[in-house]
């Protein structure tokens, strides 16, 4: 009997042991990733975001693809391609001199290809594994740039205030004028959405897309969708519906959001109508902008080699909405 009660001693010790080895790895595990979505109030600040990593000299543009992010680096002129889930990186490619923004798409066979708007160039790149090809020069100082499909793209050109539409064939034609040193770029089904950096009352503006695209040879013109924001420079339309945008708050970069229909009023909304979803302490302009469709919002400084992310609320929204 004694026998059998110093083996159930020990097997009590065990067990207990066993929980509280699970209570601890539980704990380390909760505090090695982010908080579950429900619980993350906006603002994130600084010390909410994750550091993905710090190995690209001077990253410039993100752009998220296929679980990769593709950056620009103005310091050595290479783009990288670093894993968004471990951040290992290695060069892409060498040839971009200064980008601001990344397109990346795929084709049927697999092949990569990413197209970049090249401000020191004054042109839109076509980049391969192959090698770097200029598809259309005379740009004058091109920043931003939103894909139409597989046909063509938008590319605003901050040195001329217009946005122009360059086809993959190299012709181009002026589709927006009188914006004040355009940045970002994005579309939906119904709107085209232009961040102005220069003008904290024109901050973001927007114009239909069919007046955009249309043959009449006649550019279209902008309205208003936020304002008084400064230096608003990049622009996405993520999953969940939402218009992200960086801006500066002081010397601070800054992401908000607004819903876009709610502002696509004939006077837009302000600055005190949009929702600010990052506050961080990284130096403004956050030149890069970018967020997957898991609702992972990726950001960096111009002046920083450091890459950081966070997980958005809006992504439990966004799983429980998508197929499968």
């Known amino acids: 009997m004694r026998g059998l009660a110093t083996l159930l001693t020990m097997t009590a010790l065990m067990l207990a042991a066993l929980a509280l080895r699970a209570q601890v790895e539980e704990q380390e595990t ?63 490619i060498y040839g971009v001199l200064n980008a601001h923004s990344l397109h990346v798409d795929q084709d049927n066979s697999g092949i990569l290809t990413i197209w970049a708007p090249d401000y020191e160039r004054d042109a839109l790149l076509r980049v391969t594994r192959n090698g770097v090809r200029e598809v259309r020069g005379d740009l004058d100082g091109p920043w931003g740039i939103a894909a139409l499909g597989e046909q063509d793209f938008l590319v605003t050109s901050l040195k001329q205030n217009r946005t122009m539409l360059v086809y993959r064939g190299g012709a181009a034609r002026e589709v927006i004028q009188g914006l004040r040193s355009p940045t970002g770029i994005a579309l939906d089904e119904e709107r085209v959405y232009v961040a102005n950096n220069g003008s904290a ?53 800054v992401v908000s959001r607004v819903q876009p229909e709610l502002c696509s009023t004939p006077e837009g909304c302000s600055n005190e109508d949009v929702e600010q979803v990052l506050f961080t302490d990284l130096e403004a302009p956050l030149a890069g902008l970018t967020i997957s469709p898991d609702m992972r919002v990726f950001v960096h400084s111009m002046f920083s080699p450091d890459i950081y992310w966070a997980r958005l609320p809006a992504a439990v929204e966004a799983q429980e909405s998508s197929p499968g």
């Open 201 to 253: 009352r024109r901050a973001i503006e927007w114009a239909p897309r069919d007046e955009v695209l249309s043959d009449s040879g006649v550019p279209a013109d902008t309205r208003p969708l936020v304002s008084g924001l400064q230096n608003a420079t990049s622009l996405v339309l993520a999953e969940d519906g939402w218009l992200y945008f960086s801006h500066s708050l002081g010397t601070r970069g």
């Open 30 to 92: 909760r505090q090695a990733e982010p908080a579950p979505a429900t619980t993350v109030a906006l603002p994130l600040r600084q010390e909410q975001l994750f550091l993905l990593t710090g190995d690209v000299q001077r990253p410039n543009a993100l752009y998220w693809f296929a679980d990769y992010l593709y950056a620009a680096c103005t310091g050595d002129s290479t783009l990288y391609e670093i894993n968004s889930r471990d951040a290992s990186t290695r060069p892409y």
